[in-house]
């Protein structure tokens, strides 16, 4: 029985792409760029991974850059992309991940402008506000796919619409909806767009970004030699090959991934009913992005996790690269809820190999929580569900 409900923060690795990272490490060691024999036979394997990543997205193998993950790709994105165009202003929004704004507080602290684009109660991208933010200077957007703490999906297409209106670029972070939803409607809208491989079950330390070659840009170190100079370091060959055998099973299996995260998903909110009066799903929808945003009435949101770690449960309380800090997400207060509502925040992140059982597991967890709270509120009955 799996009792991980966190996989939006990291998955375990697949076992082929394990196996693929041991063959790797201890076949293909050399350094790509060396030019004796060991060192080729490496850049052969990693341009192999290069074909077979830009296949399975359906790009050309010439804008694809390895890298060490999600958080490096937007980097080298944001930074290569604004300062390519000719003009001084970025627009994102407080959904993105702390990366991206991470990236942008360092474009403002060197002069340049950065607009934030409000969202609807729905979670998404209100596309008259972003045209209303869009000015002759704007060079990029920058707007996530799928959100990483309440699982919602922005509009790609109709922010292109807008974007090519005005001529800016457009990137998207791409790491909480590769391997979960359709990409390849959406990726002709991009300019450039980031993965991750320990999300898609790959090892950790492994990524991509991808930067359409007709875009011309400089990269963020100069004078690197790996990865066509678009990033420094020694590439981590073992790591891309797990993460392109992860990328393509879940590529190749995600209809029947999809398929059966939507009936997990279906059960954890049937069988959340018994509680629905204590708690509020974020932004609620069926889809198949395995996130489940959800505020427990009158708890704090860490209480809750730590008293389900007691238990044996692991979540979250929203992405672990900015809620550390005892904060929450900042997309909660953009979609209209208050600060105590947002302290009350758990996310629940589900898995394609999880079961019925484990689903109803995790929601028998929330209802003893739940009923133990009541009972330290002093309150005379224990609710009817509690067992």
């Known amino acids: 029985m799996s009792n991980y409900f966190d996989y939006a923060a990291t998955c375990p690795i697949d076992e082929e792409a394990l196996e693929a990272y041991i063959k790797a490490a201890r076949e293909f060691y050399g350094n790509t760029s060396s030019l004796h024999d060991t060192g080729t036979k490496a850049e052969v394997l990693l341009s192999h991974c290069r074909q077979t990543l830009a296949d399975l997205l359906e790009v050309n193998k010439e804008g694809v850059y390895f890298t060490s993950g999600g958080t490096e790709s937007n980097l080298l994105a944001i930074e290569g992309l604004m300062k390519a165009g000719k003009g001084n202003h970025m627009i994102t929004s407080d959904a993105e991940h702390s990366s991206v704004k991470n990236s942008a507080k360092r474009l403002q602290a060197e ?61 998207s ?155 929450f997400p900042s997309i909660l207060t953009a979609v209209g809820l208050n600060e ?7 996310r629940l992140s589900f898995s394609h190999d999880q079961t019925s059982e484990d689903i109803l597991g995790i929601v028998d967890c929330l209802k003893e929580i739940v009923a133990e709270y009541a009972v330290l509120s002093s309150q005379i009955e224990k609710p009817a569900f509690y067992k």
């Open 340 to 346: 105590e509502e947002a302290k009350s925040f758990i």
């Open 111 to 171: 002069g340049y402008e950065v607009s934030l684009v409000p969202l609807s109660k729905e979670g998404t991208i209100d596309v008259n506000e972003l045209e209303k933010l869009m000015r002759e200077d704007t060079v990029l957007v920058s707007i996530q796919h799928v959100n990483g703490d309440i699982g919602t999906i922005q509009p790609i297409k109709r922010i292109r619409e807008v974007c090519d209106k005005w001529g800016a670029l457009l990137h």
């Open 173 to 327: 972070d791409c790491v909480q909806s590769f391997g979960k939803v359709e990409l390849n409607s959406i990726i002709p809208c991009l300019d450039s767009f980031s993965l991750s491989s320990h999300k898609v079950y790959g090892p950790k330390g492994a990524g991509a970004l991808y930067i359409n070659p007709s875009v011309s840009f400089q990269p963020f170190l100069p004078n690197g030699t790996h990865e066509a100079g678009v990033r420094a370091g020694t590439v981590n060959t073992p790591g891309i090959a797990a993460f392109t055998t992860a990328a393509a099973k879940s590529i190749r299996e995600l209809h029947k991934r999809q398929s059966k995260i939507e009936s997990l998903k279906r059960e954890f909110l049937t069988a959340l009913n018994d509680i629905r009066n204590h708690v509020t799903v974020v932004c609620e929808s069926v889809n198949s992005v395995p996130i489940i945003g959800i505020c427990m009435h009158g708890l704090e949101g860490q209480w809750v996790m730590l008293e389900a770690n007691r238990r044996g449960y692991a979540f979250s309380t929203g992405s672990a690269c900015q809620t550390g800090r005892g904060g």
